[in-house]
């Protein structure tokens, strides 16, 4: 009975077993990423690496399912207060399960045309690879601690990645020959875990209502006076 | 000062000492509702109670006092006081009991109508709503007129208390008991004195312990849900995670912990309309909660006597029963899924089936079998 008494109801101990669940899919979403993009670029066989992937990826998409069934118990149990942070769960559980879903997309792309020859494409997307698998790593640690100015940085620095597949994406279509169309996907992919990633910092800086948008709509600043008035 | 607050400052022993004093509280209201009948003196209250004697009418004022109160636990522990001051005999007080279990239903399926601008989840919230409904009306069914026609459940409850479980003319009392009863004398004395006499008195006191009953009940099952939200959150998991049985146990448990079965089912509805929760997975947790509801009735009979326990033993086996009957053998089981699955489709297709729906059996019904059968 004392126990029962003394036992926390406050819904923290929910919350944090739910944000380090999802810090679970943001690691698991790397590691298929690492490994697809080695797989793409050749350094790894594919096929060696093929049934731990797509078992990763499956515990991702499990975890997705079983982290919105808990958000619904969650804020059935302690009510409206935890709305906004249940929200806030639900929205970004989707951009994990987006970053292993484009995780085996870039697997796929390795199965059918890997980039093996040496060229400045593939020199650049080695290096994209390394910027967004740490970009990955520190937006997990992150979400973790809600650092707000680490959050603005790494904003930052995910809007320069996408700006630069934007930039590539363009050269490669309007370029010849035309079989740059892996490299378009290739790009287009990297620049889709790259938003994902930005999308998932988003919830630490922006109001639920502007989760994603981020591009759209200006971040919010506490220092807004926009915001302040409620805008 | 809101409960959650509350919890969140007041040190353990503290809330340990806050539920044992509502709990006092709660037992002090049942003694003063025994004490205010036998105030009014046994003919007046007989008088009151004598339209009872009619199963169906005990039913219908069962299911009618319960939606009102919207609360069973109200409705029987204020019968379990009633058949504890002998105003009311077992065998009148058991379709009673019946039917608050009936009445106590109501309450999930109006909160399944917030769900009703959206057909889908509406069709799940609904149907995991009416399930409980379904499964009561059943158990009515099959063991009112099963118990008019051997009486099982008055003879096995009784067996049951004179094993000498409790109650103060078991011989068997203790100083809580003793307390709950001085204090109680306490309220009728000072209400005496204030001089208040004869059928003022029993009325004033009736008033009081009705009261008392109602917010005790409130705060003790907003206490207890906020201090175990926590606790109630993990379960509800387990239930998600694991099929059988467990839902069951785990309603039960909460339903004893938050003292209120209404509390239980209403946090299913959610989780049935968001489709996280099958309507096959939370039947047992809404049967379970059903048994759980009785121990508030238990409680309430401590302080009576040998027939009150008997009429709080016999509202565990009415609802153990259907659990028995209707749990383990799947055909019986699917009756009450499809019967709400053929509602709730019904419901979504047209809405006036709600309408129809909970103005027959919770109002309209109800009424009509008090105004025939009281006769």
């Known amino acids: 009975m004392f126990e029962w008494f003394s036992s926390g109801s406050s819904g923290a101990a929910g919350l944090d077993r739910m944000r380090a669940e999802f810090c679970q899919m943001l690691d698991a979403g790397r590691q298929v990423f690492d490994a697809a993009t080695d797989a793409m670029l050749g350094k790894i066989d594919p096929e060696a690496i093929r049934e731990q992937l797509f078992k990763t990826e499956k515990s991702i998409n499990k975890s997705v399912r079983h982290l919105r069934r808990e958000i619904v118990v ?32 870039l697997f796929d792309l390795a199965t059918t045309a890997p980039l093996v020859q040496d ?52 050269r490669l279509l309007t370029e010849e020959p035309p079989k740059a169309a892996a490299y378009v996907l290739a790009y287009r992919y990297l620049k889709r875990v790259a938003s994902h990633v930005f999308n998932v910092l988003t919830s630490v800086v922006q ?25 | 000062m809101p409960i959650d607050s509350l919890k969140s400052r007041l040190p353990v022993v503290g809330r340990i000492l806050l539920f044992l004093g509502l709990l006092f509280i709660f037992l002090v209201a049942i003694e003063l509702l025994s004490g205010s009948m036998k105030v009014a003196g046994s003919d007046t209250a007989r008088s009151m109670l004598q339209g009872l004697n009619n199963p169906f009418a005990g039913l219908a004022a069962g299911i009618l006092a319960t939606v009102l109160v919207q609360s069973s636990s109200v409705s029987t522990s204020t019968v379990v006081a009633l058949v504890g001051a002998g105003q009311l005999s077992v065998a ?20 399944s109508l917030g769900h009703v601008t959206r057909s889908d989840e509406f069709r799940r919230a609904f149907a995991g709503a009416t399930v409980h409904d379904f499964f009561n009306l059943l158990a009515v069914a099959i063991f009112l007129p099963l118990e008019l ?10 067996w049951l208390v004179s094993l000498g479980l409790t109650g103060t003319d078991t011989g068997f009392s203790n100083p809580a008991t003793a307390a709950v009863k001085a204090t109680a004398e306490g309220i009728q004395h000072g209400l005496a004195a204030l001089g208040l006499s004869g059928g003022w008195l029993a009325t004033v006191m009736l008033l009081v312990a009705l009261i008392q009953i109602v917010c005790t009940l409130y705060f003790i099952t907003n206490l207890m849900k906020a201090l175990l939200a926590d606790r109630i959150e993990q379960w509800l998991n387990r239930v ?9 146990v785990i309603g039960m448990a909460t339903t004893m912990a938050v003292q209120s079965s209404s509390i239980t089912t209403s946090l299913l509805i959610p989780m049935f309309a968001a489709g996280v929760l099958s309507l096959e997975a939370g039947f047992p947790m809404v049967v379970g909660a059903n048994i759980g509801t009785t121990i508030t009735a238990l409680l309430a009979a401590t302080v009576t ?9 016999v509202h565990f086996l009415f609802n153990a029963s259907g659990a028995a009957l ?50």
Not at chain 1, 139 to 157: E, K, M, N, Y
Not at chain 1, 160 to 165: A, L, N, P, S
Not at chain 2, 346 to 373: C, D, E, K, S
Request: charged share 20%; hydrophobic share 40%; with cysteine.
């Open chain 2, 326 to 375: 209707f749990l383990p053998i799947p055909f019986l089981r699917r009756i009450p899924l499809r019967c709400s699955r053929w509602l709730a489709n019904a419901a979504t297709q047209n809405r006036m089936w709600v309408l129809i729906y909970l103005g027959t059996v919770f109002v309209a019904i109800p009424l009509l079998g008090i105004l025939i059968w009281k006769r």
């Open chain 2, 149 to 158: 026609a051997t009486g099982y459940m008055e003879y096995t409850a009784s």
């Open chain 2, 92 to 111: 009148n007080a058991i379709p009673i009991v019946m039917g608050a279990n009936v009445g106590t239903s109501v309450t999930n399926t109006l909160l």
């Open chain 1, 74 to 105: 969650h804020s059935t149990v302690h009510g409206p207060n935890t709305f906004p942070t249940c929200l806030v769960l639900m929205s970004v559980v989707k951009d994990a399960e987006r970053i292993g879903d484009y995780g085996k997309n």
């Open chain 1, 207 to 231: 109001p639920v209502d502007r989760i994603d948008f981020a591009k759209k709509l200006p971040i919010v600043r506490d220092d807004d006076p926009a915001n302040s008035s409620g805008q």
């Open chain 2, 305 to 313: 006597n040998q027939a009150g326990m008997t009429i709080a033993f």
């Open chain 2, 240 to 248: 998600l995670e694991q099929k059988g049985m467990i839902g069951l």
């Open chain 1, 119 to 170: 060229t400045e494409w593939r020199a650049d997307i080695m290096q994209l690879k390394e910027l967004i698998s740490k970009l990955l790593s520190d937006c997990r640690d992150t979400f973790s601690t809600s650092d707000r100015d680490q959050a603005l940085a790494l904003i930052s620095r995910a809007e320069k990645i996408e700006d630069r597949c934007d930039d590539q994406i363009q």
